[in-house]
């Protein structure tokens, strides 16, 4: 069974960067796409960043151009989240998303808190 675990964030002042991971344990031989959603207080998990196992990427339009999502080179067992020029508006949980022919997994989720 797969499990996915994030760590990474943190509590940083607007401008800064952060850089979020999500390892995935268990055996991995493929996958459709991995990628990162976030859910603020009172509002619906949104979309952040997706990769296909082909290193297709896609990005919410709030996030383009400060954000960018990678897989590790060796087994692209670990998903990277670099967050830079945060804003407040980007506090929220952050999970991972694993989808693979399998099925789905989620990640636990890591806070990142944003100070104006």
Do not use: H
């Amino acid at each position: 069974q797969v499990q996915l675990v994030e760590s990474g964030g943190g509590l940083v002042q607007a401008g800064g960067s952060l850089r979020l991971s999500c390892a995935a344990s268990g055996s991995i031989f493929s996958f459709v796409s991995m990628g990162w959603y976030r859910q603020a207080p009172g509002k619906q998990r949104e979309l952040v960043a997706t990769i296909t196992g082909g290193g297709t990427t896609n990005y919410a339009d709030s996030v383009k151009g400060r954000f960018t999502i990678s897989t590790s080179r060796d087994n692209k067992k670990t998903v990277y989240l670099q967050m830079n020029s945060l804003k407040p508006e980007d506090t929220a949980v952050y999970y991972c998303k694993l989808v693979r022919p399998l099925g789905t997994t989620w990640g636990q989720g890591t806070q990142v808190t944003v100070s104006s």
